[in-house]
C-alpha cells in the first residue's frame, strides 16, 4: 500500500473522478444548461429586449460558474502534476500535457455547442423582433383604417341630409357644427352641389375653398368624375389643399329622386381630411422615438409610382410591411428597426461568451483582463453620457431662462417647481419665494381660484389649453396675458404637473380694437350712405359682402358669396368691366366704374363701384376691395334731362327758361327765329320785352298765378317781335 499525502489525487480506481472525467461531466452538465435555459427562457419570455437582458446575466452567471470549476479542477490537479509517484501510478496521464488536453476537449465541445446556441437564440430574437414589428405595423395599419373610414362616414350622413332635403339643407351650418364630435378626424365637411363647392363647416381656415369647381380642376377632377360616373365613395389625395395644407378629401355623389325612375346629379358630400393630424390617433411619431423607421405608402394610381404619404427622416430598410384597403387604392405602412434587424452588441456579446467558455482554461487572464477594460468603457460611457446630459440640462436652463415670455411649472399639487427670470420680474417675485408655494400663497384668492380652474380644465383636457387672463398690478396697471397651460406626463404617461406660458398682450388687444373700430366705423358710414362692402379675390371672386348688398344688388351676401360679380351683369357690360379691373390691377391703383346689375327678380339697375387693390408683403396682388352703391334713380334723372335738352333744342315752338321772377335763364333757336331776338339779347331780360300792349295788366297776373300755382297756363297771347310786328302765340 502507497500512502498519499493529503491533497494529492487518489490513483484510479479509487471512486474519484479524473481530470478528463470532470471535463467531459462538466461539458455534459453545461450543454444541458445552455438548452434548458434557453427554452424556458424563449418559452416564457415574449419580449426580445428582456430576452436579451436575461441572456446576458445568464452568460455572466455561466462566466462565474466555469471560472470557479477551472479554478477548482486547476487546483486538484497541481499537487498530482508534480507527484512523482501519481505520475508513476498513472503512465497514462502526462504531467504536462494532461492540462493542455482537457482545455482542448472542453473547448471543442464548448465552441460547437455554443455556435449552435447562438445561431438558434439569433434566429429565435430575429423572428420574435419581426413578429412583435408586424403586429405592431398591423395596429397602426387599423387605426389608420379606421380613423380614415369614420371620417369618411360623414359623407353618408350629410348625403341622407341633402336627400331628405330634396337637394336643400335648411341651416346646414348649424346642422353641420352638430356632426364633428362623431366624426372627430373629419377637418371640414363639406356640400358641392354641381360640384362646386359652397358650404363648409367650419369655415374659418378653408375660405379659400369656397367656389371651388371640383369637375373643373384638372389636377383634381379625376377622382370626382370616377365619384360621379361610378356613384360610389372616393378618396381623393394625398394632395396640397386649395385652403392650405395637404391632405385627402372624401368625395360622395349624391344623386335626387332616386326610386322615382328621375335619378339626377345633384353634387358632392365631401368630407376633408388633414394630414398628420388623422394620423395622431396611431402615433406614428412616436416610432421614432421608439427607434424605428417607418413609412405610409400607396402605389399612385396613375404614375404607378411609390408614392409617399408619411414617413419617418429615414426610411425603413427591410421591414414588415401590413397593408390595408382605402377607397383609393391600397395603402401600406412598413416598419423596420433604425438600426437594422441584427443585435451588433447581442451577437457579439454571445459570441464572446461561447468564445471566453470555450478558451477560459487557457485564456483565463485575458478574460479578466477583457471584463476590466469593458467595465472601463462603461464607465468611460457613462462618464460621457453625464456630461452630455449635464451640458444639455445646462442648455436647456439657459433657453428657460431666455425666453421672453412667462413661464412656470407646477406639481399635481399645483405647487410652484420652478419658474423663469421674466415670471421673477412682472410679479416681482424671485424664484425662492415662488417654489414650494401654492397660487394661493402668491396672489389674491379670487385670483388663485381662476388659476386653480384654468389649471383643472388643461389636465381635464389632456392637451395644451389657451385663455386669456387680466391682473391688476399693484401700481394699478391692468395686463392682458394670453395664457396656454399644458399638462406634463412621464414616460409612462403619468401626470406629474402643468407647464404654463403667459404673454403680455395688452397692446395688441388694444391695436386689435382699434382696428376693429376703425373697420365698423367704415362699415357704418358705407351702409349709411346707401353703399355696400365688398372683397373679391385675384380671381374676381367674392370673398366677402355686408348686408347692404340686399338693397343695391338684389341678392343676400351668402347668395353672392362664391360668385363673380360678372355672373350678375349683363352681357354688353362684362367686357368694358373686365378691362377696367385688369388695368387697376397692372397698375395697382384705385378705379371707379359704372355699370348694370340684374337683381334676382330680374330688375336692370345701376351700381356705381368704387376699389382698390390690395397685396401681400411681397406686393402679390390678394384680391380687390370696394363698395357699392344704387345709382338707378340718378341714371334716370340723367336720362330725363338728356331727353328734355334735346327737346328744348329741336322743337320748332319758342321755348324759353326763367326764374321765378321772371328773369331770362335760355330761350331755343326757335324763339329767336319766331321773336326775331338773338339769344344773347334776350338772357337776362324780363319777357315784358315781348309785350305787345293789347292784353291788360290783369291778363298777366292772371297766367303769371297760374303758373306759380298750376305749374302750367295755356293760352293765346299777342306779342310783339324785334322789328315792331305784333302777332299771335299759343
Not at 473522478?17 to 450543454?31: D, K, M, N, Q, V
Not at 482537457?102 to 437564440?121: C, E, T, Y
Not at 421673477?424 to 401654492?438: C, L, M, N, P, Q
Not at 383643472?456 to 395644451?464: H, S, V
Amino acid at each position: 500500500m502507497v500512502s498519499l499525502k493529503k491533497g494529492t489525487l487518489p490513483p484510479p480506481g479509487s471512486g474519484q473522478l479524473t481530470p478528463a472525467g470532470i471535463a467531459l461531466r462538466y461539458a455534459a452538465f453545461a450543454a444541458l444548461w445552455i438548452i434548458i435555459s434557453g427554452y424556458l427562457l424563449t418559452t416564457v419570455v415574449a419580449d426580445p429586449l428582456v430576452q436579451s437582458r436575461i441572456e446576458i446575466a445568464k452568460g455572466l452567471l455561466f462566466v462565474a460558474v466555469t471560472g470557479a470549476l477551472v479554478f477548482m479542477l486547476a487546483r486538484r490537479l497541481a499537487p498530482a502534476a508534480n507527484n512523482p509517484i501519481t505520475a508513476a501510478a498513472n503512465p497514462a496521464v502526462p504531467q504536462a500535457g494532461r492540462p493542455l488536453l482537457v482545455a482542448f476537449i472542453v473547448f471543442l465541445i464548448a465552441a460547437a455547442v455554443a455556435g449552435l446556441l447562438v445561431r438558434q437564440s439569433e434566429q429565435q430574437r430575429s423572428q420574435q423582433q419581426r413578429v412583435q414589428f408586424a403586429d405592431q405595423a398591423d395596429d397602426h395599419a387599423h387605426i389608420i383604417q379606421r380613423n380614415i373610414d369614420r371620417a369618411l362616414s360623414a359623407t353618408y350622413a350629410l348625403a341622407a341630409l341633402v336627400q331628405q332635403g330634396n337637394g336643400n339643407i335648411r341651416d346646414f351650418d348649424v346642422t353641420a357644427r352638430e356632426l364633428p364630435p362623431y366624426y372627430p378626424d373629419a377637418s371640414s365637411l363639406q356640400l358641392a352641389p354641381g360640384g362646386i363647392v359652397q358650404h363648409i363647416v367650419p369655415l374659418a381656415g378653408n375660405e379659400k375653398a369656397i367656389g371651388h369647381n371640383l369637375l373643373q380642376d384638372p389636377t383634381r377632377d379625376k377622382e370626382a368624375f370616377l365619384a360621379r360616373d361610378s356613384g360610389q365613395l372616393t378618396l381623393a389625395g394625398p394632395f396640397n389643399l386649395v385652403q392650405g395644407g395637404t391632405g385627402a378629401v372624401g368625395r360622395l355623389p349624391v344623386f335626387l329622386g332616386e326610386g322615382k325612375g328621375q335619378r339626377t346629379f345633384w353634387g358632392f358630400t365631401s368630407v376633408l381630411i388633414r394630414f398628420p393630424e388623422v394620423f395622431y390617433d396611431a402615433q406614428l411619431d412616436r416610432l421614432a422615438e421608439q427607434g424605428l423607421n417607418y413609412e405610409l405608402w400607396r402605389i399612385h394610381p396613375d404614375t404607378r409610382q411609390k408614392e409617399v404619404i408619411a414617413a419617418s427622416p429615414s426610411p425603413p430598410i427591410d421591414p414588415m410591411a401590413r397593408s390595408f384597403d382605402m377607397p383609393n387604392g391600397t395603402w401600406t405602412i412598413s416598419i423596420a428597426p433604425a438600426k437594422g434587424w441584427g443585435d451588433p452588441f447581442g451577437l457579439m456579446f454571445k459570441i464572446s461568451i461561447g468564445l471566453l467558455f470555450s478558451l477560459l482554461l487557457g485564456y483565463l487572464a485575458k478574460l479578466l483582463v477583457e471584463l476590466r477594460m469593458h467595465k472601463q468603457q462603461l464607465e468611460a460611457l457613462v462618464a460621457q453620457r453625464t456630461a452630455e446630459i449635464t451640458t444639455s440640462q445646462h442648455k436647456l436652463q439657459a433657453i428657460f431662462d431666455a425666453i421672453p415670455d412667462l413661464v412656470w411649472l407646477k406639481n399635481t399639487e399645483s405647487i410652484y417647481l420652478d419658474c423663469n427670470p421674466m415670471f421673477e420680474r412682472v410679479f416681482g417675485i424671485s424664484k425662492a419665494d415662488v417654489i414650494g408655494k401654492t397660487d394661493y400663497d402668491l396672489f389674491d384668492k379670487e385670483l388663485a381660484d381662476i388659476y386653480r380652474e384654468h389649471d383643472r380644465k388643461a389636465i381635464a383636457a389632456g392637451k395644451p389649453s389657451s385663455n386669456e387672463e387680466w391682473k391688476i398690478f399693484a401700481d394699478g396697471r391692468h395686463v392682458l396675458f394670453e395664457t396656454t397651460k399644458t399638462p406634463m406626463l412621464d414616460t409612462d404617461g403619468n401626470l406629474v404637473g402643468v407647464l404654463g406660458i403667459a404673454r403680455d398682450i395688452t397692446e395688441r388687444k388694444q391695436a386689435e380694437e382699434t382696428q376693429r373700430q376703425s373697420e365698423q366705423r367704415f362699415r357704418d358710414m358705407s351702409e349709411a350712405a346707401g353703399a355696400y362692402l365688398c372683397e373679391i379675390d385675384a380671381n374676381m371672386v367674392y370673398t366677402y359682402v355686408s348686408n347692404q348688398s340686399a338693397n343695391v344688388k338684389g341678392y343676400p351676401p351668402d347668395e353672392l358669396l362664391g360668385h363673380t360679380p360678372l355672373e350678375f351683369m349683363p352681357m354688353d357690360d362684362i367686357q368694358p368691366v373686365s378691362e377696367i379691373v385688369r388695368h387697376a390691377i397692372a397698375n395697382k391703383s384705385p378705379f371707379k366704374l359704372q355699370h348694370r346689375d340684374i337683381t334676382k327678380s330680374g330688375e336692370v339697375v345701376w351700381e356705381e363701384v368704387h376699389g382698390a387693390i390690395f397685396h401681400d408683403q411681397n406686393g402679390t396682388v390678394i384680391g380687390l376691395r370696394g363698395t357699392g352703391l344704387n345709382i338707378t334713380a340718378r341714371k334716370q334723372a340723367e336720362e330725363k334731362l338728356h331727353l328734355a335738352a334735346s327737346v328744348f333744342t329741336h322743337s320748332r315752338e319758342g321755348i324759353m327758361i326763367t326764374e321765378p321772377d321772371g328773369t331770362i335763364l335760355d330761350v331755343n333757336d326757335a324763339f329767336t327765329r319766331i321773336t326775331g331776338y338773338s339769344r344773347d339779347e334776350v338772357l337776362g331780360q324780363n319777357p315784358r320785352i315781348l309785350n305787345s300792349g293789347r292784353q291788360k295788366k290783369e291778363f298777366y297776373a292772371v297766367m303769371w298765378h297760374d303758373l306759380i300755382d298750376k305749374g302750367h297756363w295755356y293760352g293765346e297771347v299777342w306779342n310783339r317781335r324785334k322789328n315792331g310786328e305784333v302777332f299771335a302765340e299759343m
